[in-house]
């Protein structure tokens, strides 16, 4: 059974940091592209940065350099690190495995999500 848990959300003043971590069990970690996504208040889910299995790193065109990808094969844990935040990245993020061979660009490339956990930003 596919797993994927994220941790490491909070609240958070602007201009501070935070990684978020996603845990994934129950599948061959180091065989699939995985991705953050995030929704915000009155918006669609988006995908915000991708990790390729060779570790590249596919950023959406929206995010700037403030958003860092990674990850831990030998702890199946996936990072997302953000800095200067600001109180428009409130919302809710997702961890995402892509379908098999399919590196995520879109909700519908996704095989797999966590349940999201919330990021606040306050000003």
């Known amino acids: 059974q596919v797993q994927l848990e994220e941790s490491g959300g909070g609240s958070v003043q602007a201009g501070g940091s935070l990684r978020l971590s996603c845990r994934a069990s129950g599948f061959p970690f180091t065989s699939y592209c995985m991705a953050w996504f995030r929704q915000t208040p009155g918006k669609e889910r988006e995908r915000i940065i991708s990790l390729k299995r060779d570790g590249i790193g596919i950023y959406a065109d929206s995010v700037e350099g403030r958003f860092t990808i990674s990850r831990d094969n030998a702890k199946n844990t996936l990072y997302l690190q953000i800095s200067n935040l600001r109180p428009e990245d409130t919302g809710t993020y997702f961890c995402?495995?892509?379908?098999?061979?399919?590196?995520?660009?879109?909700?519908?490339?996704?095989?797999?999500w966590g349940r999201g956990i919330q990021v606040t930003v306050s000003s």
């Open positions: 995402a495995r892509g379908r098999y061979g399919v590196c995520p660009s879109a909700i519908a490339d996704v095989g797999d």
